[in-house]
């Protein structure tokens, strides 16, 4: 009900909201990274004990594949085509930062085996 009523207030409000949101989503993430940073151990990031799992491939396709945005950003840019691409690679290049440094933060700070660990 609370979100159809932000979106009942119009686009400017969803804007405004959506911004907020975000902002809060990228301070709790920082917090989360530089608060867990400090106790991130080389050794388990070495591990090499993992194999293959093709499961989180559909995330992948979805967070680092941007070709369903290309005809919407061709018409926002109006047809420039170098802006488009640096578009395009940035907003692939964020979300790669953001899942490595969760990666390293998570499974440098977390035992693989152990009463603790992530398997």
């Known amino acids: 009900l609370l ?7 119009g686009t400017l409000v969803t804007d405004w909201v959506n911004r907020i949101l975000m902002i809060g989503l990228l301070a709790t993430f920082a917090v989360l990274i530089f608060s867990t940073f400090d ?3 080389a050794d388990l990031l070495l591990t090499s004990g993992l194999k ?3 499961r989180p ?6 967070a680092f594949g941007s070709a369903i945005v290309i005809p919407t950003l061709t018409d926002y840019l109006h047809g420039k ?4 691409v640096a578009v395009v690679l940035i907003g ?8 490595i440094s969760w990666e390293m933060c998570i499974i440098g700070t977390l035992p693989l ?6 398997l």
Do not use: N, R, S
């Not at 491939?57 to 979805?62: D, R, V």
């Not at 085509?81 to 488009?84: C, D, R």
């Not at 692939?92 to 899942?99: K, Q």
């Not at 085996?113 to 992530?118: A, F, I």
């Open 57 to 62: 491939f559909p995330l992948t396709i979805t």
């Open 92 to 99: 692939c290049f964020i979300p790669l930062i953001v899942y």
């Open 113 to 118: 085996e152990g009463p603790h660990g992530l």
């Open 52 to 54: 293959w799992d093709l």
């Open 3 to 9: 979100t159809m009523g932000v979106i009942f207030l």
């Open 39 to 41: 106790h991130v151990q």
């Open 81 to 84: 085509a170098k802006q488009l």
